[in-house]
C-alpha cells in the first residue's frame, strides 16, 4: 500500500510565500507522475500542478508564474512552492499521485490566505 502525506500548510497574509511537500511511502516501484490539486470552499477540486517522472510540468493558468513544483525521484517526494499568495488561493490542498500504476491522493492539507 501507497501513502501520501501533505505537510507545510498554514495561515499566511496576502503577498506571503508557503512551501508545501508531499512524501510517498510504500513499497513503491514506479512514480509516474505528481501534482497538487485544491478544493476552496464551495467549488470543484481543480488541479493545481503536476510534474511528470521526467520533469516535465504544466500547471494552472490561475498560478502560473507564482508557483513552482518539484520532484525529487531519490525521496518520492513532491514541493510546492507558492508565492505572492492570494486570498484566492485559499484552499484544502491535497497530494495526487500515479504510483505503480494506481492513483493515490493525500488526506490534505489547509491554505488560508487572510490578512
Known amino acids: 500500500q501507497v501513502q501520501l502525506v501533505e505537510s507545510g500548510g498554514g495561515l499566511v497574509q496576502p503577498g506571503g510565500s508557503l512551501r508545501l511537500s508531499c512524501a510517498a511511502s510504500?513499497?513503491?516501484?514506479?512514480?509516474?507522475?505528481m501534482g497538487w490539486y485544491r478544493r476552496a470552499p464551495g467549488k470543484e477540486r481543480e488541479l493545481v500542478a503536476t510534474?511528470?517522472?521526467?520533469?516535465?510540468?504544466n500547471y494552472a493558468d490561475s498560478v502560473k508564474g507564482r508557483f513552482a513544483i518539484s520532484l525529487d525521484n531519490a525521496k518520492n517526494t513532491v514541493d510546492l512552492q507558492m508565492n505572492s499568495l492570494k486570498p484566492e488561493d485559499t484552499a484544502v490542498y491535497y497530494c495526487?499521485?500515479?504510483?505503480?500504476?494506481?492513483?493515490?491522493w493525500g488526506q490534505g492539507t489547509q491554505v488560508t490566505v487572510s490578512p
Open positions: 510534474i511528470t517522472r521526467d520533469y516535465n510540468r
Open positions: 495526487n499521485g500515479v504510483v505503480n500504476y494506481n492513483n493515490y
Open positions: 510504500g513499497r513503491i516501484y514506479n512514480i509516474h507522475n
